[in-house]
């Protein structure tokens, strides 16, 4: 049985692989696409023909990109990201300390936003049609409505300008102590609290009232035990598979989609980054930020399905 | 001390008054002015600035990053000369300057005495490498073209350091206080610009590209009366809603760019004042001169008198700005000629003008986007909407942000755009309006027009300057390919825990980027 779930790990990890290449093709691709280049976006305004053309002799653009492309892929595999087109930075400096702040700031995310929305879940599932769920759906469904912007923009009116609570800038400095970096960070970690739990705590609901209706958990029920037990004990274990999935989803979610969180809390993280590198046309800073999303994705995926085979002895066996 | 040479010659008293009298009236309407006070050292100022990840230190890549242009720039840096908060040119690193009777030959003495962060001496030759720096056949300087003008550098000593021009050029040392003309210190020739080592009044700490930079008071700096605060910090927030929010919440102690639409909330916040200087930016509509229908200069003006400037003024700007005249001297610059016609909207004389070309209705495409101005979209829907009662129908083109310089500006025949200004006349006529400049965005050519242009730029004779650049308003605002319908000011708020001078720089916002070198806490 082990020897087929590490198979299975063995071979998604090399799947996830040949996914992460096929991805640095398409993006390279897709920033070849982009009118203009980093030349023109240096100089923008001020640009003439001839400082043009300078810079790209300079920054290597007059080769073909084919041979950019392989040049790129060549260092990535001996562990060398490049260089900066526009700042000549190297690449792994500029992201390093970014994915730190992008990672903790996840993490603390998801600290708050996993357990509750969880809870919520089973509690909105054991009260379900009532009053509770019913509070708990309708605040969730509108929290998810909102645009985050919007969440964040009103909780820095009343977290920050009107009670002055926390801080409306959560410009963290690399040398913050903790305290101070969770007092800057708990507005951004809230507002994308609100962002992502209402997916991961309806899943949650769902996936315990369908089990709720299985004859073994009326056979529980039967024996006399409390309904919390019933659900905590009988139905939650079965109702795990589905939930995992939604959390790893939307943990991927905390790494990648908070740009415009970031941007209204100027929070230093990877998502402004990439929007900056986009902007200017920096190609190596986009593939290594977009390789770096990607692989996010695809190893949380892979988290997920080990987990849901690991909590469902069905799955383990071999067919 | 600097000798000043070039204002002092020529202002004529009236224009001066004139000037200051609006200047006036302007701090008293906008905001209290910081009861008079001597400056005292101490403290921290934390500063707004927009930032990018990509910004380099390298002046050859400056332009589009505040954070750069005011920390380093108006900061660590000195330059030859500097605009004085008056308009005037003096010197910086350099003690007096003179030029040769025709303004070809510029000899500037450099100040004794200056030393670098890292305790070198300043001395001729790191001005030569400074400006070296951007000249050259393979110089990728986005200053290549502002230091184009210079044929030769020479340092007969230590102290002293020679410009040959191509021609005569009475407003040179302006060109020198550009940002990207910091002077570094130079080892064989050559500059290292990645730690930042200047003489200016704070040293460099540390930079986050597009997240912050961190400068402490330089304790030795040569200049009296300037630099103040202990440390500096100039944070990159994008979001304009946030900047407000950083602001009011106490976060930090001044940003630039205000947002207008929520301007009135600021008032709400007693500490808050809002600072407001009439400056050199400003929107423009270039069309392209030698493509139909814009080849008629019945067309362009039909153009220009389809558009309610007053309109727009009150929409865009919601006031905080003036009318535009079709030129680019704005009422900052010093030849500003005050009779210039104030165009107004006359749907009326636009369709007789347009009938004159030979169209009975004038269909025309116009491409904007927000990147080339704040409500440039907006602008062009307000424009498509005036024109049409004067037989204008305007296609307007919504163009992405992203790119809207490369693909946009100079590749569309009629687009939206903007420009900062320039401090001299001639200086802003050359980059953009002479028939040969390179970012002429209209394909306007005018022979009259640049050979004032050529003869205004080497006379040293104030008066005669006045009258010739006087003239050249009056050509560009009749016969020029680009509307302006709009002159910026500057919108910049601060908390009153900080002061700065009487008089604040109208060079560029937040004191002409100098409010670190200027502003202390009050």
């Given at each position: 049985m082990s020897g087929g779930l590490a198979r299975m790990i063995a071979v998604r990890i090399g799947l996830g692989a040949l996914t992460l290449l096929l991805i640095s093709g398409l993006i390279f691709g897709a920033m070849g696409l982009l009118p203009g280049d980093v030349a023109e976006a240096?100089?923008?305004?001020?640009?003439?023909?001839?400082?043009?053309?300078?810079?790209?002799?300079?920054?290597?653009?007059?080769?073909?990109?084919?041979?950019?492309?392989?040049?790129?892929?060549?260092?990535?595999?001996?562990?060398?990201?490049?260089?900066?087109?526009?700042?000549?930075?190297?690449?792994?400096?500029l992201i390093g300390g970014r994915l730190v702040n992008t990672l903790s700031l996840a993490a603390y995310a998801a600290l708050i936003s996993v357990p509750l929305?969880?809870?919520?879940?089973?509690?909105?599932a054991l009260y379900r049609g009532r009053l509770a769920d019913r509070g708990i759906s309708i605040g969730a469904l509108t929290a998810i409505s909102m645009p985050d912007f919007f969440v964040a923009y009103v909780m820095i009116f009343l977290f920050a300008v009107t009670w002055g609570l926390l801080p409306s800038l959560a410009a963290v400095t690399p040398d913050a102590g903790l305290g101070e970096w969770l007092y800057r960070a708990t507005l951004p970690a809230l507002a994308l609290t609100l962002a992502t739990s209402a997916h991961m705590l309806r899943m949650t609901r769902a996936s315990i009232v369908n089990?709720?209706?299985?004859?073994?958990?009326?056979?529980?029920?039967?024996?006399?035990?409390t309904p919390s037990r019933v659900v905590v004990r009988h139905a939650l274990p079965n109702a795990l598979a589905p939930i995992i999935n939604v959390v790893a989803v939307n943990?991927?979610?905390?790494?990648?989609?908070?740009?415009?969180?970031?941007?209204?809390?100027?929070?230093?993280?990877?998502?402004?980054?990439?929007?900056?590198?986009?902007?200017?046309?920096?190609?190596?800073?986009?593939?290594?930020?977009?390789?770096?999303?990607?692989?996010?994705?695809?190893?949380?995926?892979?988290?997920?399905?080990?987990?849901?085979?690991?909590?469902?002895?069905?799955?383990?066996?071999a067919r | 001390m600097s000798r000043l040479i070039l204002p002092r010659q020529g202002f004529q008293p009236s224009r001066r008054a004139v000037l200051a009298g609006g200047a006036a009236v302007f701090a008293m309407a906008a905001a209290p002015r910081a009861r008079a006070q001597e400056p005292k050292k101490g403290g921290e100022f934390r500063l707004v600035a927009s930032g990018n990840t990509s910004d380099s230190h390298d002046p050859a890549t400056?332009?589009?990053?505040?954070?750069?242009?005011?920390?380093?720039?108006?900061?660590?840096?000195?330059?030859?000369?500097?605009?004085?908060?008056?308009?005037?040119?003096?010197?910086?690193?350099?003690?007096?300057?003179?030029?040769?009777?025709?303004?070809?030959?510029?000899?500037?003495?450099?100040?004794?005495?200056?030393?670098?962060?890292?305790?070198?001496?300043?001395?001729?030759?790191?001005?030569?490498?400074?400006?070296?720096?951007?000249?050259?056949?393979?110089?990728?300087?986005?200053?290549?073209?502002?230091?184009?003008?210079?044929?030769?550098?020479?340092?007969?000593d230590a102290k002293t350091v020679v410009f040959e021009l191509n021609q005569g050029n009475a407003d040179f040392p302006f060109i020198l206080t550009d940002y990207h003309l910091v002077i570094g210190k130079a080892v064989e020739g050559a500059i290292d610009w990645e730690t930042p080592n200047g003489t200016g009044g704070y040293t460099f700490v540390s930079h986050n590209p597009g997240v912050r930079m961190v400068l402490e008071r330089n304790a030795d700096y040569w200049k009296d009366g300037r630099a103040h605060f202990d440390r500096v910090e100039l944070i990159s927030i994008r979001d304009p809603a946030a900047r407000m929010n950083a602001l009011v919440t106490g976060e930090v102690d001044a940003i630039s760019s205000v947002d207008i639409k929520s301007m009135s909330l600021l008032a709400r916040a007693p500490e808050i004042e809002v600072m407001e200087t009439p400056g050199t930016q400003h929107y423009t509509f270039p069309m392209w001169c030698d493509q139909a229908p814009f080849d008629d200069v019945n067309v362009r003006q039909a153009l220009k008198l389809g558009l309610d400037r007053e309109a727009m003024l009150q929409t865009i700007l919601q006031g905080h700005g003036s009318v535009g005249r079709d030129s680019p001297i704005t009422p900052a610059n010093r030849f500003f000629d005050p009779e210039l016609a104030v165009p107004t909207y006359d749907p009326e004389q636009a369709r007789a003008l347009l009938k004159?070309?030979?169209?009975?209705?004038?269909?025309?495409?116009?491409?904007?986007?927000?990147?080339?101005?704040?409500?440039?979209?907006?602008?062009?829907?307000?424009f498509q909407e005036s024109g049409s009662a004067a037989g204008i129908d305007l296609n307007v083109i919504r163009e992405p942000d992203d790119g809207y310089w490369s693909n946009v500006w100079l590749k569309k025949p009629f687009c939206a755009c903007y420009w900062a200004g320039r401090p001299t006349e001639d200086w802003m006529f050359s980059q953009v309006y002479a028939s040969d400049s390179q970012w002429n965005d209209a394909h306007w050519k005018n022979e009259r027009f640049d050979s004032l242009l050529l003869e205004a730029?080497?006379?040293?004779?104030?008066?005669?300057?006045?009258?010739?650049?006087?003239?050249?308003?009056?050509?560009?605002?009749?016969?020029g390919g680009t509307i302006i319908p709009l002159y910026a000011n500057y919108v910049d708020a601060r908390n009153s825990r900080i002061a700065t001078g009487e008089q604040v720089s109208t060079a560029n916002a937040l004191d002409g980027w100098k409010c670190i070198e200027r502003w202390w806490v009050a």
């Open positions: 240096i100089l923008g305004q001020n640009r003439t023909p001839e400082t043009v053309a300078a810079l790209r002799t300079q920054l290597g653009l007059d080769q073909p990109a084919w041979s950019r492309y392989l040049d790129w892929i060549g260092g990535m595999l001996t562990g060398d990201f490049g260089k900066s087109l526009a700042s000549g930075r190297p690449v792994a400096d929305s969880i809870a919520l879940g089973i509690l909105a089990v709720l209706a299985s004859p073994y958990v009326e056979m529980a029920k039967l024996k006399g035990l943990l991927a979610f905390l790494i990648v989609g908070v740009v415009v969180v970031e941007t209204v809390f100027v929070y230093p993280g990877l998502g402004q980054l990439l929007v900056d590198s986009v902007a200017a046309r920096d190609v190596p800073v986009v593939q290594a930020a977009c390789l770096i999303f990607a692989a996010a994705y695809v190893s949380l995926n892979l988290l997920a399905d080990i987990l849901a085979i690991l909590t469902n002895p069905r799955l383990r066996t | 400056w332009g589009t990053s505040g954070i750069i242009n005011i920390g380093l720039w108006g900061a660590v840096y000195n330059n030859l000369t500097e605009v004085h908060p008056s308009g005037e040119v003096i010197g910086e690193l350099a003690e007096s300057f003179e030029p040769s009777a025709d303004a070809r030959t510029w000899t500037f003495r450099l100040r004794d005495g200056i030393t670098f962060h890292g305790g070198q001496t300043l001395e001729a030759a790191d001005v030569a490498a400074s400006i070296n720096h951007h000249r050259g056949e393979n110089s990728t300087s986005s200053a290549k073209g502002i230091v184009a003008p210079i044929a030769d550098i020479r340092v007969p004159k070309a030979g169209h009975d209705r004038l269909a025309v495409d116009l491409s904007a986007a927000d990147a080339a101005f704040a409500g440039a979209v907006d602008a062009a829907t307000l730029r080497a006379e040293l004779d104030q008066d005669k300057r006045a009258e010739m650049y006087g003239e050249m308003q009056r050509i560009v605002a009749t016969d």
